[in-house]
């Protein structure tokens, strides 16, 4: 898995099959000076090519990671500048950025589909200003809009792609802002889940994960959680049987659970479960990005002694 940090703009490589693995990290994105303090989103895209984009900057583009040439090439520029963006990737090709703020604080509506590699044009505006959102994409080629500021923050909504219409969906039972969200597959039922975790709260307790369950299209409370996160990244397995958080901010409610962990979620009979791994990252991954490498990426990982 690939974690990059906006700051200190790593790109560092964890096994999270075994954490008793060290793994060599990736070059650094080649920022500009004036990129360097941007917010970053990202995504697969077109043959596995991992692919990031630095959006809060006077020169907002995305960078693909080139296996043969062992280095982070400009592929795109976009062009709205934008904060507090969330994105979904659509297929194999396509990655969707909608909402956020621009650099006056204003929000934004728009939203632009990286349809390949070297092109950008709009996308499908949002009903509402939202920023600080997070997106998922259903089997059922619905993408899900989770949370967000500032109006009401249990807001959800569904965008049908091939009918281009956005629909309301059943609402969080808690609002939420600055949160992770991705699918899973429950073991046991194959039913699809959606998780989504932490974030900034209007009411929210102790309860800082919700679970969306497919079949009945409603949101219940997960199960307890040591540490509310804020800004972290979640990712999925490829086979969408396990995701993996990396927290970001943490209020930790035990002496475990901290902005370095990495933990692991799974479902089965549509009951949520999450442990921390062995492994962890070098520091916290606040508004950073998380994801899992392909296959076509090759990385070095050795056994610690």
């Known amino acids: ?30 920022l500009t000076d004036s ?16 692919v990031v984009c630095w959006v809060n900057t006077d020169e907002p583009k995305c960078y693909g990671y080139s296996e043969s040439e062992l280095a982070w090439n400009h592929i795109a520029n976009l062009t709205i500048w934008r ?49 600080h959102h997070c997106m998922v994409m259903l089997e059922s080629g619905i993408v899900m809009v989770i ?11 569904y965008y049908d792609i091939a009918k281009e219409q956005w629909y309301n969906a059943s609402s969080l039972k808690v609002g939420r802002m600055d949160h992770a969200c991705t699918t899973l597959v429950d073991w046991e039922t194959n039913t699809q889940m959606v998780l989504a975790i932490g974030g900034f709260y209007i009411d929210a307790g102790d309860e800082t994960i919700e679970v969306f369950d497919s079949d009945s299209k409603q949101w219940s409370y997960g199960p ?32 475990t659970i901290t902005s370095s962990s990495i933990v692991e979620f799974w479902c089965a009979w549509k009951h949520c479960h999450w442990k921390e791994l ?26 610690n002694p």
Do not use: H
């Not at 703009?9 to 060599?24: D, I, K, P």
């Not at 800004?231 to 002496?255: E, N």
């Not at 916290?284 to 990426?297: I, T």
């Open 1 to 30: 898995m690939l974690r990059i940090d906006f700051k200190s703009l790593e790109s560092q490589v964890y096994s999270v099959n075994n954490g008793s693995r060290s793994c060599t990290s990736l070059p650094k994105i080649p």
């Open 35 to 50: 990129q360097k303090f941007g917010s970053i989103i990202g995504g697969f895209l077109q043959e596995e090519t991992p």
């Open 83 to 131: 904060r507090f963006a969330a994105n979904v990737v659509i297929g194999s090709n396509t990655l969707w950025i909608t909402g956020g703020e621009d650099n006056y604080g204003s929000w934004i509506t728009d939203s632009t589909y990286n349809v390949t590699l070297s092109t950008t044009n709009p996308g499908p505006k949002l009903p509402m200003e939202l920023s």
């Open 147 to 157: 949370g967000g500021a500032y109006y009401n923050m249990k807001t959800v909504l």
């Open 224 to 255: 307890s959680f040591a540490s509310s996160s804020s800004g972290g990244s979640l990712v999925a397995s490829q086979d969408r049987k396990r995701a993996y958080l990396m927290p970001g901010d943490t209020t930790t409610k035990s002496l």
């Open 278 to 303: 062995e492994q962890s990252t070098t520091g916290p991954s606040f508004y950073g990005v998380a994801m899992l490498l392909p296959n076509s990426v090759s990385t070095n990982c050795t056994l």
